[in-house]
């Protein structure tokens, strides 16, 4: 997939979390960073392998945005840390593509002295992840009162010997503790991320991911997501769209919400009609979206984005295009994404009856507010359309289902 580049993708996800909980993100990287020198002190992995390890600490926390979003973080990673690691780890080995990994983050608060006997290719990688995000923590906590012995006081207990000979190591070569201070590191994660090399499967099913980290926001928001995206495929291949269209309009579908993450859940779940400013606050999604995806994503890819709320009459937003200066793929999108509005569960009301949908869009178009050639197009194969997306999100809510009944499952086999 030429669309975007591996090291992009980082950007995207970091940016997207950012956008949930910069808390989470920032500590993610920070105990990226140490894990990393770490490991490199080691000798055992190349440079791509080794941002691979550092990309997946960075996420190690992201089940807390599901499983902990109203806890400070210092009381989810020391007090009851199980469900935030269950969610992470079912999320790596059900959503994105790191399968093999995922058990890196199911054991990464798990006690040395509880894993000699595990079995696992990233054994040390957990041991490493482990004390490296407890270094983190706690010199975040303490700061200028922060003592690095205390940790040698778990030799062999809570930490591995190897995990604190290796800290100890780069603590006095590499100077972590005031890179991070100063915040250097992150031009050397910058750095080591650009080793990233990920199949265009990898950056497909990455990519596809997003949706379910949109969804930490919002649940009404990521089967939005996938709504859309199925509309607009079934609408490409009635429109006759190319190969390459169809994937550009796909990766848009995607992602044209992913600044919903921004936004207030409160906003975003109101059982009412919007204020003037809660709308404003709403409105400002696409924005985000175009800051976060602009010169990280095919710039074709982000125009479609930013162009899903504007309007072919010139009364969208946030530019006030008109038809003419907009592209099939772009009109597509804004027809699927308001049959998504028009069609879904919302807190404030039911989806509406066929019929009525039919009605708004007619009246849309009439207006000039949408193509009247996708609009025509998908009114001829409603039932076809709508009873194919019912089957691929059937599909869709099955995986996210049985990842909810597994993370039972999982947390009942590790208490």
Known sequence: MKLVHSKDIYYIMRDILKCLDPRVVNHGQRTAYIMYTMLKSMNKYEMYELAELALIAMMHDIGAYETDRDTEILQYETKDYMPHSIYGYLFLLYIMPFKDKARILLYH?????????????????????????????????????????????????????RALTAFYQVLKKEDIIRKIESEEYLKELDDLFSYLIFTNEEKKDSIDGLMYCVGFRSEYTMLDVVTCDNICHLLARKLSLSIEEEEKLHYAAVLHDAGMCAVS?????????????????????????????????????VDIIAAHHERGNGSGYPRGLREDQMSRMQKILQVADMITALTSTRSYREPKPKQQV??????????????????RKFIASYDEIMDEVAVKNAQMMSTYNRLKENYKTTYEQNK
């Open 358 to 375: 039919i009605e708004i869009l007619k009246s849309e178009s009439s207006t000039g507010k949408l193509s009247s050639e996708v609009v």
């Open 265 to 301: 859940r409160d906003i975003i779940e109101a059982p009412r009609r919007l204020s003037d400013e809660e709308m404003t606050e709403m409105r400002h999604h696409v924005e985000i979206a175009e800051k976060i995806l602009r010169g990280r994503f095919d710039d074709e890819v």
């Open 109 to 161: 608060h798990t006690d040395y002295s509880k894993l000699q006997s595990l079995d696992y290719e990233y054994k040390m990688v957990i041991e490493f992840l482990n004390l490296a995000e407890k270094v983190d923590i706690y010199h975040n906590l303490l700061g200028s009162r922060f003592d690095s012995t205390f940790f040698s006081k778990h030799d062999g207990t809570r930490y591995s010997h």
